[in-house]
């Protein structure tokens, strides 16, 4: 995703504290418990804040402030504690949303548009459980920016995983146009993720340590016109804390950090100081019923 006046600035998506991966813990952690619904409509809200807007290794935003990343997702079980192969169906529907007082939106500096909503993520998705703790998932996601700092950006991705303590998976993420590129470049790009979010119960609280890698299989992390392979490596701990379960759903509160160690097109993105890791907080709260 470029910003309309650099091309060195751009964005975004599933899955870290500040994005997807430490989310895939927190989310396990709210489905384990009891939220009283046990029909085939579920509805999770969050919040989270973070310090600064990392996607897959990209910093979205040089001189931040204050950030907020609201979202929702509305999932109906088409099929649940199926017999045979196939032991579940789910389809998801939901919207992400960032909005940025630094740089990236309202803010001064950078690249200034008197604007907080920064982007707007819309995606649908099917995800299909099966016999050996394994799910097999695809999405399609649209990437969008209110205040115009990138062009959108469509993706179709799968993603395959494993639905033990272990939560290992690998995601391949395809852009579907030239005209909207995460990295700004001259082609659609290729994405690959390999990661885990491996869980531990300490009392009532859960501890997620979800570790990841982000490649490029073709065309993902361009720079100056050269396709990078390596995009990123991230490690991190997320706390997840329950403080209510009754007739309005699971409320839980999460909070933690990640460290990103960063290839060559990730640290373009950091400006001038070229940064080679990056280390980011978030706290937030999710609601699931």
Known sequence: MSHPSCRTFFRSCLVSLAAAALF???????????????????????????TVYVFRGLVQER??????????????ALKANGDGAVKSVDTNVGVWHSFNTGSAGSGEGGFE?????????FYVALT????????????????????????????????????DWLASYGLVAWELTDEGQVDGGASKGTYLELGAGPGFRLGGTTL?????????????????GEDHAFGFFDVGGLLTVPIGTGRFGAWN?????????????????????????????????????
């Open 113 to 121: 548009t008197g604007k907080s909503h920064y982007e707007e993520d």
């Open 253 to 289: 509160l999460r909070g933690g950090v990640e460290v990103y160690a960063l290839g060559d097109t990730a640290q373009s993105f950091n400006g001038d100081d070229q940064k080679s890791s990056r280390v980011v907080g978030s706290a937030g709260i999710v609601v699931s019923y």
């Open 128 to 163: 299909v459980g099966t016999a050996g703790a394994l799910s097999i998932g695809t999405s399609f996601t649209v990437y969008t920016s209110p205040n115009n700092s990138f062009t959108t950006v469509k993706e179709l991705s799968v993603k395959v995983a494993r639905t």
């Open 208 to 224: 997620t340590i979800p570790v990841k890698v982000g490649l490029s299989l073709g065309d993902y992390y361009e720079l100056s």
């Open 24 to 50: 895939v813990g927190a989310e396990s952690t709210v489905a384990a418990q009891s939220t009283g619904n046990d029909g085939a409509l579920h509805l999770t809200a969050s919040l989270d804040v973070p």
């Open 63 to 76: 001189e931040p402030k204050l950030t907020l990343f609201p979202a929702a997702d509305v999932r109906v």
